[in-house]
Nanobody, 125 residues
Framework: QVQLDESGGGLVQAGGSLKLSCAAS???????RGWFRQTPGKAREFVAA????????VEADSVKGRFTVARNNALDTIYLNMASQKPEDTGVYYC???????????????????WGQGTQVTVSS
């Protein structure tokens, strides 16, 4: 059973930085992984995604230039480096993985089959 565990959430002031981590366990496979978030009153939305075998990444326009996604293949972990944070970045951040063999980082959450429990990020103004 594949399990994704997010960590690193917390409270940060506007303009500050946080780094989220997502470690996988229960089976290794090289597939694309992504970050999504659910902000208050809104549906869950795409944030960023990364290929496991290539340098291909994709970010949402709302975070481009502020957030970067990275990975450590040896640790089977991906990261979301968040800088210049805004109050509208507040929400629950989820890590997700595509199925085995699917390594293209897409923005559609329906393409992701494994999900973590989420970690809360709160940005104060």
């Amino acid at each position: 059973q594949v399990q994704l565990d997010e960590s690193g959430g917390g409270l940060v002031q506007a303009g500050g930085s946080l780094k989220l981590s997502c470690a996988a366990s229960g089976g290794f496979f090289s597939s694309a992984r992504g970050w999504f978030r659910q902000t208050p009153g809104k549906a869950r939305e795409f944030v960023a995604a990364i290929s496991w075998r290539s340098d291909s990444t994709v970010e949402a326009d709302s975070v481009k230039g502020r957030f970067t996604v990275a990975r450590n293949n040896a640790l089977d972990t991906i990261y979301l480096n968040m800088a210049s944070q805004k109050p509208e970045d507040t929400g629950v951040y989820y890590c997700a993985s595509r199925s085995r063999g699917s390594d293209y980082p897409t923005t559609n959450q329906d393409d992701y089959v494994y999900w973590g429990q989420g970690t809360q990020v709160t940005v104060s103004s």
